[in-house]
């Protein structure tokens, strides 16, 4: 369904962006946590076992932390077609998800302070079906995202509800 | 409705270049020429009585989006004496239409919903009145508990005091408004043409009083839009008539419904039927629990001879009691819900009534219907019987808890279940229980099977490191487990016609969700990797509210539903 020809691709700086993201989230939560549940395994199992463990948890997070982003940017593609959105995503479970330009309720962009650093945006499609967005494309250059929120929005039509 | 502040703009001020961009925006506001700047503050503030007017409404009330509302143009330039140009609004010169008065709720309706709500309330806090009750053998905690529930009751009947003293609506100019609140003051208008459905309820004290409680829905919020608590009949019937002529909801009163037909009925059997098909093994399981604790805290010592010498032939007796109880609450209770059900088919909506203390009366418009879901238990479909859910766009939130469906038909025969659904959604053509439904794929199966596998080796190792002498019993409970998702795949069914996409799961609880298509709002495949390895997705379609799932397809049926679906997405 989708080829070089007919999909973009995101912003390859978000690859980074994930990354960083991630290992912040990795060292003020994932780590924390670890070291926690180590300690309180320590008092059931030997301690050098629980920090053998804990330590190679955590190595394994890291290294994963810098490797899958990359995978995920490479699975993520989105077209804007005649009637509809398409957006494809996910390495292991993967999702394909066309929302008609008809059914768009509204589009947002949205940026939070590390991807403002890179410049880029995340683009959110609401439909009536749910309070959550229908489709989302993370990472795109801010005035991309901005063009493709204004493209998405202009179009109306019945919204069927 | 909060992006139409630019709307706002006192026609006097020349319209910035962006704002030029719409020849005519339906939703533009029209103000006197003279109006003061901060008139919109004023209204905010209760200061001036509201006196908003915009097209759609001189339109006679035509939807927001309606884009033949080009065609009212020069009535409205007559009506209201606008000089309308290409590029905006100028020259006004506004003759408003004068102002609808405001009615309020009735007086008796204070006493007729305070004891209900309080009692809510208190009813909504069972787990912690339990503890009050059983659990507390330190009085100090007790005393705290009962304050908390006591607080809260107190709370709903502040809150039910605020309602009643403050809610003021009207039908000014084609909508629906509605103020309330003391200290948050709101003000809420609704389009008609915008009610996903209207329900009527009374309770004994409104019988005894003469009052009814009327909910409106819209697809906005998941709360009731509307609700007035306590109306005369006849406000009740005054205002629904209005809504009826502005939208495609029907009337009440003398000779509206002259061509209305009455779809099912249900008797007392069929009603006591459906309780009894409607409680499950968690509801048994449940019930044993409870009865178990209870028996724990009364008599500690019987309970632990209980547990400890536990036979066969005991835990099979009280699973019989648990059983029986179950099926006597259930049935009570849908003896109370459902008494004198009826639905009925009217030009343009359905309407339902049901119930023998408390009445409620729930009108759809066919239009709004997005989805059916008939429901076939075991039991019910062994009787006969099949249960049909029509659900709107207005999902919501009452009496503290998620209504499900907003229009139900408890008990249709099977031989009758094609026609009620046709009835209740005239946009899906289609008839699933005669059109010859797809499977799912073969290969579908073999993943079925391992998951039931995984899923019930799991359970049987815990079972089997906790329980006693009965432990050897639970291995069975495996090629039982296998044999059901053996028979859930083989029930499994979709189909796609040019009107409707059909999607059939399940064995134990069979569901049939009927989608009219021109309600579909997205379209998403899924694939895991277990799925990719048999070269398998599933396709989840979702509507205002719902979100369905087809059984799992193949790579070719996928995509050629795919294309189907986006084939005239935008007719």
Do not use: C
């Not at chain 1, 995920?72 to 066309?98: I, M, P, T």
């Not at chain 2, 009751?153 to 000014?172: E, K, P």
């Amino acid at each position: 369904m989708f080829d070089a020809s007919n999909s973009s691709r995101l912003d390859p700086a978000t690859i980074m962006l994930w990354r960083l993201q991630r290992l912040i989230r990795l060292v003020i939560v994932g780590i924390p946590t670890l070291i926690g549940l180590g300690f309180a395994a320590a008092t059931v199992v030997r301690v050098e076992l629980a920090a053998v463990v804990v330590m190679t948890t955590i190595a394994m997070n890291i290294v994963f932390t810098l490797f899958w982003p990359a995978l995920e940017y490479n699975a993520f593609r989105y077209a804007v077609r005649e009637h509809d959105l398409l957006v494809q995503h996910g390495v292991l479970f993967k999702r394909w998800s066309s929302v008609p330009h008809s059914r768009i309720q509204h589009v947002d962009t949205r940026q939070g302070p590390l991807e403002r650093l890179f410049g880029l945006s995340r683009l959110l499609i609401f439909t009536a079906a749910g309070s959550l967005a229908d489709a989302s494309i993370p990472g795109l250059r801010t005035e991309d995202a901005e063009r493709l929120r204004d493209e998405l929005s202009r179009r109306g039509g019945d919204d069927g509800v | 409705m909060g992006s139409e502040d630019d709307d706002n703009r006192p026609l006097g001020s020349e319209p910035t270049e962006e704002e030029r961009t719409d020849v005519i925006r339906p939703n533009t506001v029209i103000r006197p020429i003279d109006a003061p700047d901060d008139l919109a503050t004023q209204e905010a503030q209760g200061l001036v009585q509201p006196q908003v007017t915009t097209i759609e409404m001189l339109a006679h009330g035509t939807p927001r989006d309606d884009p033949t509302v080009g065609i009212f143009l020069e009535e409205i330039e007559q009506t209201v004496g606008i000089h309308l140009q290409a590029d905006g609004l100028h020259e006004a010169e506004t003759k408003l239409t004068p102002d609808t008065p405001w009615r309020g709720l009735h007086p008796i309706s204070l006493g007729v919903n305070l004891l209900p709500r309080a009692w809510k309330t208190i009813r909504n806090m069972w787990p912690v009145l339990i503890f009050v009750v059983i659990g507390g053998e330190r009085v100090g905690m007790r005393f705290v508990d009962m304050l908390v529930v006591l607080l809260f009751a107190l709370l709903s009947v502040w809150n039910t005091f605020i309602h009643w003293a403050t809610l003021r609506y009207r039908i000014h100019q084609g909508r629906l408004e509605i103020r309330q609140g003391l200290l948050n003051r709101q003000a809420r208008t609704i389009d008609p043409a915008r009610i996903q459905n209207v329900e009527l309820v009374q309770n004994l004290f409104h019988t005894w009083t003469g009052l009814v409680e009327l909910r409106i829905d819209t697809a906005g919020e998941q709360t009731t839009e509307g609700l007035l608590s306590a109306l005369s009949v006849e406000e009740a019937t005054t205002l629904q008539n209005q809504l009826a002529n502005l939208s495609s909801l029907a009337g009440t009163g003398d000779g509206v419904n002259d061509n209305s037909e009455v779809v099912v009925e249900m008797g007392m059997a069929e009603i006591l039927a459906f309780g009894l098909t409607q409680r499950t093994i968690g509801t048994v399981a449940l019930i044993t629990a409870v009865g178990l604790e209870l028996l724990s805290q009364t008599s500690p010592d019987v309970a632990a001879d209980f547990t400890v010498n536990m036979q066969p032939a005991m835990i099979v007796a009280a699973f019989m009691l648990a059983f029986v109880a179950s099926w006597a609450v259930s049935a009570i209770s849908s003896l109370f819900r459902y008494f004198g059900y009826a639905m009925v088919r009217l030009p343009e909506t359905i309407r339902t009534t049901q119930g023998l203390t408390t009445k409620r009366r729930v009108e759809i418009p066919l239009s709004k219907v997005q989805m059916l879901r008939i429901d076939e238990p075991l039991m019910r479909r062994w009787m006969g019987f099949g249960t049909v859910h029509i659900e709107t766009a207005g999902l919501s939130y009452a009496e503290g808890e998620q209504r499900q469906a907003e229009g139900i038909v408890p008990m249709v025969e099977h031989s009758d279940l094609g026609r009620v659904t046709a009835l209740a959604a005239p946009h899906a053509s289609i008839d699933p229980w005669t059109a010859p439904l797809k499977p799912a794929h073969p290969r579908s199966l073999y993943r079925a099977l391992v998951a039931a596998t995984v899923r019930s080796s799991v359970m049987i190792g815990l079972g089997m490191s906790l329980f006693g002498p009965i432990r050897w019993v639970l291995p069975a409970l495996l090629p039982i487990a296998l044999v059901g998702a053996w028979l859930d795949w083989k029930k499994q069914g979709w189909l796609v016609t040019p009107s409707a996409i059909v999607s059939r799961r399940g064995f134990f609880n069979r569901r049939t969700f009927i989608i009219a298509r021109d309600k579909l709002q997205s379209v998403h495949r899924v694939q895991g990797p277990f799925m990719r390895l048999h070269g398998l997705s599933r396709l989840v379609v979702s509507v205002a509210g719902s979100r369905v799932s087809l059984p799992e397809t193949g790579l070719a049926d996928s995509e050629w539903i795919e294309a189907e679906l986006s084939r005239n997405l935008d007719q």
